[in-house]
T-cell receptor
Framework: DGGITQSPKYLFRKEGQNVTLSCEQN?????MYWYRQDPGQGLRLIYY???????QKGDIAEGYSVSREKKESFPLTVTSAQKNPTAFYLC?????????????FGNGTRLTVT | GEDVEQSLFLSVREGDSSVINCTYT??????LYWYKQEPGAGLQLLTY?????DMKQDQRLTVLLNKKDKHLSLRIADTQTGDSAIYFC????????????FGSGTRLSIRP
């Protein structure tokens, strides 16, 4: 079955450490996205990539970094510069040329930093 | 800038209809969506409506769009316990847009 896999589901880190969240898709989608979800704040866009080897900052990119070396993979690194990293992180993908926005989401990674 | 607003909570009795409301500010919104998020999971597209439509019905779901007031609603008929989730309203000006704007989500809880 095609889909998006995020791993791990739960992640715990000490303050000051960088951590990388994995996102893999086998849907052959060109575009991939990272969102952050906090209670009562909806989804906020961190980074997105519309093609391999290219990505753009979203609304809250500070303290995060990404890479897009392969079409299938879009890992997100939460750096020690991110002031409030504890959150639920969602990865999504979208087929290019789609008639409308059908985002396919992974099941998320809950990151807790203490 | 663009903004999408929803109330945070809604509680309904099992078997009643649920109506979740959303307002948006971008007058160029062409595509409007409802996504559903079950606990601990990602979002799934529930339904959508184009701005040239006033209503769309899909089984128990009815979407109403008032473009003049920039108001979108989702009605769930005969609400069941499995409908408990967070419902997100979202909009985008066109299919080539690089971003989709989400509301804050409405948590729907069902009373027996």
């Amino acid at each position: 079955d095609g889909g998006i896999t995020q791993s791990p589901k739960y992640l715990f880190r000490k303050e000051g450490q960088n951590v990388t969240l994995s996102c893999e898709q086998n849907l052959n989608h060109d575009a991939m996205y990272w969102y952050r979800q906090d209670p009562g704040q909806g989804l906020r866009l961190i980074y997105y990539s519309q093609i391999v080897n290219d990505f753009q900052k979203g609304d809250i990119a500070e303290g995060y970094s990404v890479s897009r070396e392969k079409k299938e993979s879009f890992p997100l690194t939460v750096t020690s510069a991110q002031k409030n990293p504890t959150a639920f992180y969602l990865c999504a993908s979208r087929a290019s040329g789609a008639d409308f926005w059908t985002l396919h989401f992974g099941n998320g990674t809950r990151l807790t930093v203490t | 800038g663009e903004d999408v607003e929803q109330s945070l909570f809604l509680s309904v009795r099992e078997g009643d209809s649920s109506v979740i409301n959303c307002t948006y500010t971008d007058s160029s919104s062409t595509y409007l969506y409802w996504y559903k998020q079950e606990p601990g999971a990602g979002l799934q597209l529930l339904t959508y409506i184009f701005s040239n439509m006033d209503m769309k019905q899909d089984q128990r779901l009815t979407v109403l769009l008032n473009k003049k007031d920039k108001h979108l609603s989702l009605r769930i008929a005969d609400t069941q316990t499995g409908d408990s989730a967070i419902y997100f309203c979202a909009e985008t000006p066109d299919s080539s847009a690089s971003k989709i704007i989400f509301g804050s989500g409405t948590r729907l809880s069902i009373r027996p």
